[in-house]
C-alpha cells in the first residue's frame, strides 16, 4: 500500500510503475485526457483520502478500470463524446425539452417505451428520464431507490441488453437517456452489503457498521431522522446487534465513502452505464453522501469533492455523461451542487413550488423575487425547470424571502397545503396530503398537474393554468421537464388505496399509468386532452423557434400589476443558442431583440399600461399566437394566459 505525493505527475508515474493494468495506455485519446484531468482528480484524492495509506492504490485502481472502460467504449459513443466536447453547450439549447417517466406505468416495460419513441418524437422529445429501473428487493424498494444491483434491470422491466438497445434507438432519434443514480445508499441485499456484513475482506468497511450503540448514539446527537416512521434515528440492528447507517429506510444502507475503495467501485458503476449509452446521471441524496461526527452530515464540503471527483473520471473516459442535481435543500444550498465540476444540471424545485404557490395566491411577488435572486447559474450550466415531478410538492422557499412580503412562511405553509388539498374555500386544486402531520400541520402535497390546477375540479382556467405553468418551466432558462401524461390532462389515480404495495404512499396518487384513452383523444382540440395538448405543443414549438429562449440569462422585468409575473430572455448568440438538436430560429431574432414575458395569474383580466411597456419599440411581436401588437395601447392578458412578445429597444430620443 501507498500514500499519495504532493506531485501529480510524479504519481501517475507511481501508477504506471507499479500496477500494471494502469499502466496500460488506452489510445492517444485518452492519454490526452488523462493529462488533462489527472491532476485535478489527484488533488481531490489527495483532500479526501490523503491521510491513507491505500490512497494511491484505490486511484491506480481507479485509473486502471477508466482505461479499461474507455477500451470497451463504443465507437458511436466515442463520436458523441468528441461532437460534446466541441459543442459544450449542447444542453442549453432552445430546443432541449425533457420528459419523465416510470418504465412500467408508463410502458409496461423498456421494449414498451421503445414503442414509444415515435410519441416522444411528436411532441418533441431531446431528453428521457426514466425513473429507477435497477434490480430492487421484493416488496418494498422505496420505488426503485433500494437498488440490489447497477448491472441488472428489475426483471419486469426487461434486460440490461434491452436497456442498452433502448439507449441507442432513443440516440438515433436525437433523444438523450437520463437515469436515476442512487449512490449514497444500496439496498440491503446488495452484494457489496452481504459481503460487508458476513466481514469479507475488501468489504469490511464499505458501510458504517458499529459493534454497539456508543458511535450511533453519539452521531444522533446531531443528525436528524428522515423517516421516523420507518424507524427512529439514522441507524438500524442488524440480526447480530450490529448497527448499520441508514439514513433512509431500513433496508438502504449508506455506503462509507471514507474508504477509496468505495469510490473506486462506485466510479466502476458510473462507467458500466456510460458505455450503455446514459447521457445523464440524476445524483440522488447528493447532501447525504458524507459522514463526519458532530455534524448534520448534510452538505459536507467533502460532499462537493466526492461529486468533482467523480466528474473529473468520466471527464478522462465518458466525457459526454453529465451530471444532475437533486438537492431538495434550503435555496441557498441548492446552487452549491451546480457547477461544471460537480453538477452541470440541476432540478430547480424553488421555481416549481413557487409557481404553484403564485397560482393559489394570484399574486407572483415571491416567484419574482427568486427569479431576480436565485436563477443566475455558473456559466455552462442549467436548471431543469419542472411544473411538477413524482414525488410530492413540498414548500422549498425560505422564511426570510417570505418575510420581506409580511408573510410568515410557517402560517403560508399551511394555507398552501389546506389549499392543495382542497381545504380552503375557493380551492381549485384537488391534491393529496403527503406525510400529513395532524398536529403540527406539516404536510407536502401530491397530485398531477391538472389535478392541481383546477381541471380535475372542473374550473373554468384549469386548462389555462396547466399550460400557464408550463409556459414558466418552458421560457426561464433551463431544461423544461413534463411529467409524460401531464401534456395530455392526467388526473389523479385514486386507485393506488386499492393496492397493499402503495397504499400508504399518497405519492402514487400522481404516477398513474398510461393515460391510453387521453393520448387517443390528443388531436381532438375539442377534449380537455386536446386542448391541453395543442397548447402545450403549441409553446414547444414556439420555444424552438426561439433563439432568445437558449440558454439562462433571465433579465427582471417588473409589470406593474399585482397579479402579472414579468421577465425579459435577451437576444442569444451564436454560442448561447447552440444546439445538439435541429431548430428553426425565426429570421426576426438577433442579439438586438429580446423576449418579454408576461404571465396573468390572476382570475380576471391583466392590463399593462403603455409607460410600463414604453421602454421597448412601440412594434412587437406576439409569438405564441403570432401576432403584431402595438405596446404604445398597452396590453391586456386575459386570466391565467401568457404572453412571449419579441421587443426592441425603444429608440433614444434626439439630444439637442
Known amino acids: 500500500m501507498a500514500r499519495l505525493g504532493t506531485d501529480a505527475g510524479a504519481d501517475l508515474v507511481r501508477i504506471r510503475e507499479r500496477w500494471p493494468a494502469a499502466s496500460v495506455t ?196 446531531t443528525v436528524r431522522e428522515i423517516f421516523p416512521d420507518d424507524h427512529p434515528g439514522s441507524f438500524v440492528q442488524l440480526p447480530d446487534g450490529r448497527w448499520i447507517w441508514a439514513t433512509f429506510h431500513s433496508f438502504q444502507w449508506d455506503l462509507n465513502y471514507a474508504n477509496p475503495a468505495v469510490f473506486r467501485a462506485m466510479a466502476g458503476e458510473m462507467l458500466f452505464l456510460a458505455n450503455l449509452g446514459v447521457d445523464v446521471l440524476r445524483m440522488d441524496a447528493v447532501a447525504f453522501i458524507w459522514k463526519r461526527l458532530g455534524t448534520p452530515c448534510e452538505s459536507l464540503p467533502e460532499a462537493h469533492l466526492l461529486l468533482q471527483a467523480f466528474n473529473a473520471v468520466l471527464r478522462i473516459a465518458a466525457p459526454s455523461l453529465l451530471f444532475k442535481s437533486e438537492a431538495i435543500v434550503h435555496p441557498d444550498e441548492v446552487v452549491e451542487y451546480i457547477s461544471l465540476g460537480e453538477c452541470q444540471l440541476s432540478y430547480n424545485p424553488l421555481q416549481m413550488a413557487l409557481t404553484w404557490e403564485a397560482l393559489a395566491t394570484r399574486d407572483p411577488r415571491m416567484l419574482r423575487q427568486a427569479l431576480e435572486r436565485r436563477h443566475a447559474l455558473p456559466d455552462g450550466c442549467t436548471w431543469v425547470n419542472y411544473v411538477r415531478g413524482h414525488d410530492d410538492i413540498g ?166 400589476h399585482p397579479t402579472v409575473l414579468g421577465y425579459q430572455r435577451p437576444g442569444a448568440t451564436d454560442a448561447a443558442a447552440s444546439a445538439g438538436t435541429p431548430a428553426t430560429p425565426d429570421a426576426a431574432a438577433s442579439v438586438d431583440t429580446t423576449v418579454l414575458c408576461l404571465a396573468n395569474v390572476g382570475d380576471i383580466p391583466a392590463t399593462i399600461d403603455a409607460l410600463t411597456l414604453s421602454g421597448f419599440a412601440p412594434d412587437a411581436h406576439e409569438l405564441i399566437t403570432d401576432r403584431r401588437i402595438r405596446l404604445d395601447r398597452g396590453i391586456v392578458l386575459d386570466p391565467c394566459h401568457v404572453a412571449w412578445l419579441r421587443v426592441r429597444p425603444a429608440e433614444a430620443p434626439p439630444r439637442f
Not at 134 to 151: I, K, L, M, T
Not at 200 to 219: C, K, N, Q, S, V
Not at 541 to 554: N, S
Request: hydrophobic share 40%.
Open 26 to 221: 488506452a489510445d492517444a485519446v485518452f492519454d490526452t485526457r488523462l493529462a488533462a484531468h489527472f491532476p485535478t482528480l489527484h488533488g481531490l484524492f489527495g483532500r479526501l483520502y490523503g491521510e491513507r495509506d491505500d490512497a494511491l492504490d484505490a486511484l491506480a485502481g481507479v485509473i486502471a478500470d477508466a482505461a479499461a472502460s474507455w477500451a470497451e467504449r463504443p465507437a458511436d459513443l466515442r463520436a458523441a463524446d468528441a461532437r460534446r466536447e466541441q459543442d459544450t453547450g449542447w444542453y442549453l439549447s432552445n430546443g432541449m425539452l425533457g420528459g419523465v417517466c416510470y418504465v412500467d406505468r408508463y410502458a409496461g416495460d423498456l421494449d414498451g417505451v421503445r414503442a414509444r419513441i415515435p410519441e416522444f418524437v411528436e411532441l418533441g422529445l431531446t431528453y428521457l428520464h426514466l425513473m429507477p429501473l435497477f434490480a430492487v428487493p421484493d416488496g418494498n424498494s422505496d420505488g426503485g431507490y433500494a437498488v440490489s444491483s447497477y448491472r441488472a434491470v428489475a426483471p419486469h422491466l426487461g434486460t440490461i441488453d434491452d436497456l442498452e438497445a433502448l439507449a441507442a434507438e432513443l440516440r438515433a432519434n436525437g433523444i438523450s437517456l437520463v437515469l436515476d443514480f442512487i449512490f449514497n445508499h444500496t439496498a440491503s441485499n446488495h452484494e457489496w452489503a452481504q459481503r460487508a456484513v458476513a466481514g469479507e475482506t475488501g468489504y469490511e468497511d464499505f458501510y458504517l457498521i458499529y459493534p454497539d450503540r456508543t458511535m450511533p448514539d453519539a452521531y444522533e446527537k
Open 395 to 560: 414548500w422549498t422557499f425560505a422564511d426570510e424571502d417570505a418575510a420581506e412580503f409580511g408573510i410568515d412562511g410557517f402560517d403560508h405553509r399551511r394555507f398552501l397545503n389546506a389549499f392543495y388539498v382542497n381545504r380552503f374555500p375557493g380551492s381549485f386544486a384537488r391534491g393529496v396530503p403527503f406525510q400529513e402531520n395532524p398536529r403540527t400541520g406539516d404536510a407536502r402535497v401530491a397530485g398531477t398537474t391538472a389535478s392541481l390546477a383546477g381541471i380535475e375540479a372542473g374550473d373554468a382556467h384549469g386548462v389555462d393554468r396547466v399550460l400557464l405553468a408550463h409556459a414558466i418551466a418552458l421560457s426561464t432558462g433551463g431544461i423544461p421537464l413534463v411529467y409524460l401524461g401531464d401534456e395530455v390532462a392526467q388526473l389523479n389515480d385514486y386507485s393506488y388505496v386499492d393496492d397493499p404495495a402503495t397504499a400508504d404512499d399518497s405519492r402514487w396518487v400522481n404516477r398513474p399509468r398510461y393515460p391510453a384513452e387521453a393520448y387517443a383523444r390528443r388531436h381532438d382540440a375539442s377534449t380537455t386532452a386536446g386542448a391541453v395538448y395543442a397548447g402545450l405543443t403549441r409553446l414547444i414549438r414556439v420555444r424552438r423557434e426561439t433563439p432568445e429562449l437558449a440558454g439562462g440569462h433571465l433579465v427582471p422585468f417588473d409589470a406593474k
